[in-house]
């Protein structure tokens, strides 16, 4: 196959709508790196998305990255820069020439220049700052003073606004005269003398409205504005429940100092979903790229909580060695009531701490969705009883056995339940992240209970 045909596949196998990065992309363009063949590299690719070479840059290796940034030696789209995992950014920032460095993040807006170097040592941030017009580099600053995960962090500070007084007209033949506008933008806030925003006009709504229009009779009717001091996950939260589209910033004084757009939401929003699912396995905010010590070390105390509840579980058992020992049947039938619960309390929990990420779940509805969980847990428990109960008379020929596990399962089921939504809820009035702590706790309930109530009820019943 020839350089001609591999860009051709390459190119067919995007227009097939996968919306991914193919394999093939991958290995056209390691392939090139490896010849040295810059025309083809570039001819690969300058089609591609920023997005989708963050992508390529992730997953090749460290020496294959250097070599295609080193062989690229070109224009390098700041976008890349802001679509690249920290762990990969960092590298290839250094890798870069300080021209094409500079060029790069020439091109960003500010707030997507602090996301690309809120995290940097002071080094490095001075050498993106340096890049950067002194009016780029104060707005950048002055976002970087703001508290981390903030609103004032978020918001870009490129804001087109105008006075509430205007007409459609002069606020399009402002527009027309600025040179400096953002590259995209959905709304004009109005604004009062004190610079305080007042409403929201569409882009829609003034390229619509005669010249004579009055700006402020064209105001959208959902208008929210933003402290600059909101965190983040609320100002997500805010656009995903009110459909914004943008919003403005204001500062302790209500003044507009900036503005928030959907796609910067809806990345907080996606991180904040991803960090509670990583949280409940486990596995701390990690990536595909870390190193195997960083990723050793990011799971290595979760382990070790899983093994103090394991010790916890396993004294429970100890208490009833002498049952264990006189019925074998016990340490056969007790994992299964152990596991039962430990899913079913997983499946409760999983809701739940969705629920309170979402705001959904509430004082209001708290005691509702509770009891909704312990009555799941009863009915499943009825359920798997009647069916272990048969199996624990079919296998082991014990009317009694298939009595003890069948209750045993359903005490396991139903506490389950309400340890699964009551932990979540308990631990985020303490002010504790539920997607950090509740499955450890949740899984010593579970366990605990299990093989109490099967244990117990042997003991009790058998012997």
Do not use: C
């Not at 020439?106 to 890049?131: K, P």
């Not at 907080?268 to 991803?274: A, N, Q, R, S």
């Not at 969705?369 to 009883?385: C, D, H, K, S, Y």
């Amino acid at each position: 196959m020839n350089d001609t045909d591999l860009i051709n596949e390459t190119r067919n196998e995007a227009e097939e709508g996968s919306y991914k990065l193919e394999r093939s992309d991958v290995t056209a363009v390691v392939n090139a790196v490896e010849r040295g063949d810059q025309g083809l590299l570039s001819m690969l690719m300058d089609p591609m998305h920023p997005a989708d070479i963050a992508d390529l840059l992730e997953q090749i290796s460290t020496v294959e990255r250097r070599k295609l940034i080193h062989l690229y030696d070109r224009e390098f789209d700041g976008e890349i820069l802001s679509e690249l995992d920290e762990s990969i950014r960092d590298e290839v920032i250094a890798i870069l020439r300080p021209e094409v460095l500079a060029d790069a993040v020439r091109e960003l807006e500010s707030d997507d220049v602090v996301d690309l170097i809120e995290d940097m040592n002071v080094t490095q941030q001075d050498v993106i700052l340096d890049a950067l017009e002194d009016s780029d580099r104060v707005a950048v600053e002055q976002s970087l003073a703001y508290p981390e995960n903030s609103a004032g962090r978020l918001m870009q500070r490129e804001v087109v606004m105008a006075p509430e007084h205007w007409t459609v007209g002069q606020a399009i033949d402002y527009l027309r005269e600025q040179d400096t506008l953002p590259e995209q933008f959905y709304h004009v806030t109005l604004v009062d003398p004190r610079l305080k925003p007042v409403g929201n006009v569409t882009l829609g709504k003034l390229m619509g409205s005669k010249r004579d229009v009055l700006l402020w009779e064209i105001t959208e009717a959902v208008f929210q504005v933003i402290p600059a001091m909101q965190n983040e996950g609320d100002v997500a939260y805010a656009f995903n429940q009110y459909h914004l589209i943008s919003a403005p910033v204001v500062d302790e004084d209500e003044r507009l100092v900036g503005v928030i757009t959907i796609d910067d939401a809806m990345i907080v929003l996606d991180e904040e979903h991803e960090e509670d699912i990583l949280r409940l396995a486990g596995v701390g905010e990690g990536s595909l790229s870390d190193r195997v010590i960083n990723t050793t070390k990011q799971r290595l105390p979760w382990l070790a909580v899983n093994l103090v509840t394991a010790i916890a579980a396993s004294l429970v058992i100890a208490q009833f060695e002498a049952a264990i020992t006189q019925i074998v049947a016990l340490a056969v039938l007790m994992p299964i009531v152990a596991s039962m619960g430990g899913n079913a309390g997983t499946q409760s929990l999983t809701v739940a701490v969705r629920a309170i990420a979402t705001k959904d779940l509430t004082g209001s509805n708290m005691w509702r969705v509770i009891r909704r969980e312990v009555l799941v847990g009863l009915i499943n428990g009825v359920v798997f009883a009647v069916i272990m109960g048969i199996v624990g008379l079919v296998w082991f020929g014990s009317p009694a056995l298939g009595y003890v596990i069948a209750a045993a399962m359903v005490i396991n089921m139903v506490v389950a339940g309400l340890a699964g939504t009551a932990i979540p809820v308990i631990l985020e009035k303490f002010g504790i992240d539920p997607a950090l702590a509740s499955g450890a706790f949740v899984t010593t309930v579970t366990d605990v209970v299990g093989f109490f109530a099967f244990l117990g009820l042997a003991a009790l019943v058998l012997l």
